[in-house]
């Protein structure tokens, strides 16, 4: 009868289960990264929106109002279209990881909203900005005659724009953190090793 018993070397984890876990941490740092980049976005669009631009629009005589508020989101749309490519950046890692794991609903759904997340942050930015800047800078005041409704106009686009940006930057925050690989989960199904010693 041999003298079968549990190594040191049979303790410790396999390959696959280190394997497991590294994956487990990138994954984890790839969803934080999503998370806080999101979290400064749409924190800071609530302090310049919600906050800040109530005040100095009614505090601060025109046209000073629309020029301090532009330079103040055209500086914070750099950091957001920032916080987007970290998203995306971190979107990738995810999707790479999970690339042979079963495919699930929430998943496919973080996806399209980190994209549509990028997007809005993108077209904020580039188009939505710097219009009302010129508009501002060429001295229309928002509500009188053409331009002012124009102006009026693309405020409100940018006021939708920027209500649908919380609520999908909240539905992403939400989804990475359900969506978190569990160190356990293999990508693929395999076999348990057996225990040491003669089996039957």
């Known amino acids: 009868m041999s003298d079968e018993r549990f190594s040191e070397e049979d303790l410790a984890p396999s390959a696959e289960e280190r394997r497991a876990v590294l994956l487990s941490r990138i994954d984890r740092s790839a969803t934080a990264l999503a998370v806080l980049s999101v979290g400064i976005v749409i924190g800071g669009m609530v302090a310049l929106g919600a906050c800040a631009a109530p005040f100095v629009f009614s505090l601060t005589p025109a ?4 020029t301090a508020m532009g330079a103040a989101f055209a500086r914070f749309d750099r950091i957001a279209i920032a916080g ?19 495919r699930d609903a929430s998943s496919r759904v973080r996806r399209l909203l980190a994209v549509a997340f990028a997007a809005c942050t993108s077209y904020a930015g580039l ?33 939708f724009l920027g209500k649908a940006e919380l609520v999908i930057g ?31």
Do not use: C, W, Y
């Open 84 to 102: 987007s490519v970290l998203l995306l950046a971190a979107e990738m890692i995810r999707t790479f990881l999970g690339r042979k794991s079963r």
């Open 127 to 159: 188009a939505i900005t710097p219009a009302i800047n010129g508009l501002h800078q060429s001295g229309v005041v928002r509500g009188e005659g053409v331009q002012g409704e124009q102006l009026d106009a693309i405020h409100k686009k940018a006021e």
């Open 170 to 200: 909240a539905l992403l925050i939400g989804l990475h953190v359900f969506t978190v690989r569990a160190a356990n989960e293999e990508e693929t199904d395999f076999e348990a090793p057996l225990p040491p010693g003669p089996q039957d």
């Open 63 to 66: 046209p000073a109002n629309g």
